[in-house]
C-alpha cells in the first residue's frame, strides 16, 4: 500500500496544489507506476465538475431552498424516490426474468431471444416517452378514453414503465453473465440436497447474481434519477425537475446545485447500503464452473410462455416505440438532411467509448488495489451519473472558465482551449457524467480475477504493469469492451450536455430529434430519432458477443 | 451552412497528408478537435481569427424552419457566413457567458420576452443605434437604448370546445379560475415557461394577491395532471377529457394548417378584458463583445425587413413583430382581431421568479 496515511474528506480535494497528501502521492508516482496510482489521479481529474458543484452550492444562500421546503420539497423527494424503486425495480424483475430464461432454459428461439432482449437499450427514454405519449394519449392510435382499457402513458407509473423497459437491458446483461459464469452446479447441487426450483431460485441462484443485479437496478434508478426529459415531459415532479426550475425559472444556478447535492447525496447513500448489503462477499468465480451446461428443455405451453415472456419487454420497450416512429417518419418529409448530424454522433460516441476504456480499467485498479483516498475519488466519479445532465454541463462549463482563466494567466495565451464550444469539452463532460457506467463492467471483470494470479505473476518477476498487460487484460478484455460499447451507446442518446457544450457546427442525432419534439413537431423528429435507433441497436447487439463462453 | 475555408496560420498544428486535410477543411469541428489535441500536445497557439471576415455568429433559442430560412436568404443577400449555436432558454445565456472571449456571439436571440430581459440583466446586449429598426418596431416591442428588438410574438390564448363552451366565458384569463370550469381546464405545468410569463403579466396587471389567488383557482380546476406540451392540451379538448386549453396560438393554428380534422369543433378565444391578449415577444440583440456588431444590425435589419418578417407568419404560425406586414396564412387570417396587451418586457421579466413562487404555493404541478 501506499504511506498515505490520511485520507482526505470529500469537501477538502478542491484546493489540490500544495496539501501535504498531494505531495505524498506525488512522491508515491515518483516511485511506483502502479495503475491504481494513475486511476486515483484520473478519477479526480474527473470528478473535478463534481468539486465545482459542491463549491457552487456551498456559495449560495438558502433562499430557493427554504421557499422550497415549504412548498413542494416533500413531493419532489416522494416522487423521486417512487422513480428510482419502480423503475429499478421493474428492470431488475425484467432483466433477471430474461435472464433466467434464456440461460436456464432450452426453449425454440431461445438464442435469437437471448441476443434480441437487450436492444431496448438502444432506445432513448425521450424517444419512447413521445412515441408511447403520441400512442396513448388523446388522438393516438391506442387511446381509448379517459377511463378506457388502455391508461395514458405518463405521470410517476408511466415514467417508471417507460425507464423499466428502456433500461432494464442493463440488469440483464449483468444478470445474464452471472447466471452463465456461476453455472449450474450450485443450482443443481441444491436442486439435488432436495431443494424445490423457487427454494433454489431464493436460496442459490439469486443470491450469487444479487450484486450484478443490484449494481444494474443502481444504474437503471440513477438514470431515471437524474432524467429530465421523460419526467418533465410526462408530469412527474422528481427533484431533478425542481433543480432544473431553480435555474430556468429563478436564474440560480447555485440553488440548483444545492438540490443537485442533495440528489447526489441520496444517491451515495443508496449506492453505500448496496455495497453494505454486498458486504464483505468477494465473487471471484469458480474456474471450473464455465464449462457450457445443459439448459433444460421445455417445450409445449411452457415454452410460449418462456417465448412470451420473453417478448414482452421487446415489443413494449422496441418494437412498439420504434414502429409508431417509423410509421410517421414514412409519412413525413424531412425538412432537413439528417447525415451531418449522423456523422457528429458516430464521431463522438467513437471517441467517448475510447475514452471510456481507459478511465474505466484505471478506475477499477484504483478500487481493486488502489489507496482508500483512490476509492472515495472513485465512487465520487461515479456518483456523477446521479447529477443531472443539464447541472452537470453547467458545473463543467463553470470549471472550464476556471481552467480557462488559469491557463490564460499562466500561458500568457488566451487560446480558446477548453471553454464551450471545444471537442474536448465535450468530451470531458460525457466522461465525468459516464465513468460510472464505464467503471462498473471494468470493476466487475477485474473483481473476477483470483488475486492470487497477481501473487503469482509478481512472484514470477512481473513488474505491476506486465501484471496488468499480460494477466488482466486477456482476462478482462470482455468486461472492457462491454464498458466501451455501453458508454458509446449512452453518449448517442446523451442531449443536454450536448446541447450544452457542442461546437456550433456539431450536430447530433439527438440534438436534431430533440428539436424538432420540443417544438412539438414530432413526426419531423421521428427520422433523426430512427437513424438514431438504427445506430445504437447494431452497438447494443455487440454486446452479445461479449458474453461469457 | 456555406462552406469555410481552412485557415492557414491553423494548418500548421495538424500533421499533413492529403486526405486528411481535405477531411478537415470539410468539416470545421473535427478541424477543431485535432486541433485542440494538437494544442494541448504541442503547445502551440493557434493564429487569431480574423474578427472582419464576414461571418455571423448567431446563439439562438429558436431551431424553427422560419429561422433557418431567413439565415438562408440572409447569406444571399449580403454573402456573409451565418454560424449557429442553437441552444434552449437559459442554457443558451450561460453558453454565452462561457463563450464571451472564445467565440463571442455577434447575436442573441432568445423566444422568452423575460429571458431577454435576463440577457440584458446580465449585460449580454450592447446598444444598437438604428433609425429604421426604430420607426419598424413599437415602444413596447424594443429596448428603450436598443439592446434588444422584437422579432415575432405569440398569443396567449384559450382553445376550447365550441358545444361545450360559450366563446363569452373566455373573454378574461380570470375566467379559468371560475368554479364552473372545475375539473375542465387542460394546461401544461408550471416549469413551462409560457404559463410563467403569463402569470408574470398578471401580477403586474393584478398585484400579487389576486394572480396568486388565480393560480390556485386554475390549478383547483386542472383536468388531469399536467403533461405534455400545448399541442397534447388541444388534442385533450378534441378527446373531450377536458373542455378549455391554455395554450400559444401558433399550436392550434399549425394544426389547423396541417391537420384540420384534430380540430374540428374547436375554436380559439384571445382575452379581451383588462389589457387584452397577453403576448409574448422573441426577440434579437447585438452580443456585447460581438466582432462584427455592423453586419449583426444588418441581420436584425433584414429580420425586421418585410421580406424577413413575413417567414415568421408563414413557416412558424407566429404573429410579425411589425404590424404592417402581409402574409399568407390562411389560418392566422381566420383569428378574429384582438388586443395585444402592451407590457413591457421589464414586467415580465422581473416578476417571473415570483410567478415561479405563486405556482409552486398554488400546487400548480
Avoid at chain 1, 129 to 157: E, R
Avoid at chain 1, 476 to 496: C, F, I
Wanted: contains cysteine; negative net charge.
Amino acid at each position: 500500500m501506499t504511506p498515505m496515511a490520511q485520507p482526505q474528506g470529500v469537501g477538502t480535494d478542491a484546493p489540490p496544489a500544495g496539501t501535504s497528501a498531494w505531495m505524498r502521492l506525488a512522491r508515491t508516482m515518483g516511485r511506483r507506476s502502479d495503475p491504481a496510482i494513475v486511476g486515483t489521479l484520473i478519477a479526480l481529474v474527473f470528478a473535478a465538475p463534481i468539486i465545482a458543484l459542491l463549491v457552487l452550492a456551498f456559495t449560495g444562500d438558502a433562499d430557493y431552498l427554504e421557499h422550497i421546503a415549504a412548498t413542494r420539497l416533500a413531493g419532489f423527494a416522494t416522487s423521486s424516490a417512487g422513480l428510482a424503486i419502480l423503475s429499478g425495480g421493474l428492470a431488475a424483475l425484467v432483466g433477471t426474468g430474461g435472464a433466467w430464461l434464456v440461460t436456464q432454459y432450452e426453449f425454440a428461439g431461445r438464442s435469437i431471444l437471448s441476443w434480441l432482449l437487450l436492444l431496448p437499450l438502444a432506445v432513448p427514454g425521450y424517444v419512447a416517452a413521445y412515441s408511447w405519449y403520441d400512442l396513448t394519449a388523446p388522438g393516438g392510435h391506442f387511446y381509448t378514453g379517459p377511463d378506457g382499457p388502455v391508461p395514458t402513458i405518463s405521470g410517476l407509473w408511466g415514467a417508471s414503465a417507460i425507464f423499466g423497459l428502456t433500461l432494464y437491458p442493463y440488469v440483464y446483461l449483468l444478470a445474464r453473465n452471472a447466471f452463465e459464469a456461476h453455472g449450474r452446479a450450485s443450482w443443481d447441487m441444491a436442486r439435488c440436497l432436495g431443494a424445490g426450483p423457487l427454494a433454489a431460485l431464493r436460496r442459490v441462484a439469486l443470491p450469487l447474481v444479487w450484486p450484478a443485479v443490484a449494481a444494474g437496478s443502481a444504474l437503471v434508478a440513477m438514470e431515471a434519477l437524474a432524467d429530465y426529459g421523460v419526467t418533465d415531459f410526462l408530469g412527474v415532479g422528481t427533484l431533478t425537475v425542481g433543480i432544473v426550475r431553480a435555474w430556468s425559472s429563478f436564474g440560480d444556478p447555485q440553488a440548483a446545485a444545492q438540490l443537485a447535492v442533495m440528489l447526489l447525496f441520496a444517491t451515495l447513500l443508496a449506492l453505500g447500503i448496496e455495497r453494505m448489503a454486498r458486504g464483505r462477499r468477494q465473487f471471484a468465480e469458480n474456474p471450473g464452473s464455465r464449462r457450457a451446461h445443459a439448459r433444460t428443455p421445455i417445450n409445449g405451453w411452457r415454452a410460449l410462455v418462456a417465448q412470451t415472456a420473453c417478448l414482452m419487454p421487446l415489443t413494449l420497450g422496441l418494437i412498439i416505440p420504434a414502429g409508431n416512429l417509423a410509421l410517421m417518419a414514412i409519412e413525413t418529409q424531412p425538412a432537413r438532411p439528417v447525415m451531418p448530424a449522423l456523422q457528429g454522433t458516430l464521431f463522438l460516441a467513437l471517441a467517448s467509448a475510447g475514452l471510456a476504456l481507459l478511465i474505466g480499467t484505471v478506475s477499477a485498479y484504483a478500487l481493486r488495489a488502489g489507496p482508500r483516498f483512490g476509492r472515495m475519488a472513485v465512487r465520487l466519479l461515479q456518483a456523477g451519473y446521479a447529477v443531472p445532465g443539464a447541472v452537470a454541463a453547467i458545473a463543467i462549463l463553470a470549471l472550464l472558465v476556471l481552467v480557462q482563466d488559469a491557463l490564460g494567466t499562466f500561458g500568457g495565451s488566451s487560446a480558446p482551449l477548453i471553454t464551450g464550444g471545444s471537442i474536448l469539452a465535450l468530451l470531458f463532460a460525457y466522461q465525468s457524467r459516464f465513468a460510472a457506467v464505464a467503471i462498473l463492467p471494468c470493476e466487475n471483470a477485474l473483481l473476477k480475477i483470483r488475486r492470487e494470479l497477481d501473487e503469482a505473476a509478481r512472484m514470477l518477476g512481473s513488474s505491476p504493469a506486465g501484471v496488468m498487460r499480460r494477466v488482466h487484460l486477456p482476462l478482462a478484455a470482455r468486461g472492457l469492451a462491454t464498458a466501451a460499447l455501453l458508454v458509446g451507446v449512452e453518449v448517442m442518446k446523451e442531449l443536454p450536455a450536448t446541447m450544452i457544450l457542442r461546437p456550433f457546427d456539431l450536430e447530433t442525432l439527438a440534438v436534431t430529434a430533440h428539436n424538432y419534439a420540443s417544438d412539438e413537431r414530432l413526426a419531423q423528429a421521428a427520422l433523426p430519432a430512427l437513424v438514431l435507433l438504427t445506430i445504437c441497436i447494431p452497438a447494443t447487439a455487440m454486446l452479445n458477443l461479449l458474453r461469457v463462453r | 451552412m456555406a462552406d469555410r475555408q481552412l485557415q492557414a496560420g491553423q494548418a500548421t498544428c495538424v500533421p499533413s497528408g492529403k486526405g486528411f486535410a481535405e477531411r478537415l477543411s470539410a468539416t470545421p469541428w473535427l478541424r477543431r478537435a485535432v486541433l485542440s489535441f494538437g494544442l494541448v500536445l504541442a503547445a502551440c497557439s493557434p493564429a487569431e481569427q480574423d474578427p472582419s471576415d464576414g461571418t455571423l455568429t448567431i446563439y439562438t433559442s429558436r431551431h424553427y424552419d422560419s429561422d433557418y430560412a431567413l439565415y438562408e436568404a440572409f447569406e444571399q443577400a449580403t454573402g456573409a457566413t451565418v454560424e449557429v449555436v442553437e441552444a434552449d432558454g437559459d442554457l443558451l445565456i450561460e453558453r454565452v457567458k462561457a463563450d464571451a472571449t472564445s467565440n463571442p456571439p455577434d447575436v442573441i436571440v432568445t423566444v422568452d420576452v423575460g429571458r431577454l430581459w435576463h440577457a440584458d440583466q446580465e449585460g449580454l446586449f450592447q446598444p444598437t443605434d438604428s433609425a429604421l429598426l426604430v420607426e419598424r418596431l413599437p415602444a413596447s416591442l424594443r429596448h428603450p437604448e436598443g439592446h434588444w428588438f422584437g422579432l415575432t410574438q405569440r398569443a396567449r390564448v384559450m382553445v376550447y370546445a365550441e358545444d361545450r363552451v360559450d366563446a363569452a366565458e373566455l373573454d378574461d384569463y380570470a375566467n379559468l379560475a371560475d368554479q364552473a370550469f372545475e375539473g375542465h381546464i387542460c394546461a401544461r405545468s408550471s416549469g413551462s415557461i409560457y404559463n410563467i410569463s403569463l402569470l408574470a403579466s398578471l401580477i403586474a396587471h393584478w398585484g400579487e394577491e389576486r394572480a396568486s389567488t388565480w393560480a390556485s383557482g386554475v390549478a383547483s380546476n386542472l383536468a388531469r395532471p399536467p403533461q405534455g406540451g400545448d399541442t397534447d392540451q388541444i388534442r385533450a379538448v378534441a378527446a373531450g377529457e377536458c373542455d378549455v386549453a391554455l395554450v400559444n396560438h401558433y399550436y392550434f393554428a399549425r394544426l389547423l394548417r396541417e391537420e384540420p380534422a384534430a380540430v374540428e369543433g374547436l375554436a380559439i378565444a384571445f382575452p379581451s378584458a383588462g389589457a387584452g391578449t397577453h403576448m409574448n415577444t422573441s426577440g434579437a440583440g447585438v452580443g456585447a463583445n460581438a466582432r462584427n456588431p455592423d453586419l449583426a444590425r444588418q441581420f436584425i435589419e433584414f429580420a425586421l425587413s418585410d421580406e424577413g418578417q413575413r417567414l415568421f407568419p408563414e413557416l412558424t404560425n407566429e404573429f410579425p413583430a411589425v404590424a404592417s406586414v402581409t402574409y399568407d396564412n390562411a389560418a392566422l387570417a381566420s383569428f378574429p382581431d384582438f388586443i395585444r396587451d402592451p407590457l413591457p418586457a421589464e414586467q415580465i421579466g422581473a416578476n417571473q421568479e415570483l410567478a415561479q413562487r405563486l405556482f409552486d404555493r398554488a400546487g400548480w404541478p
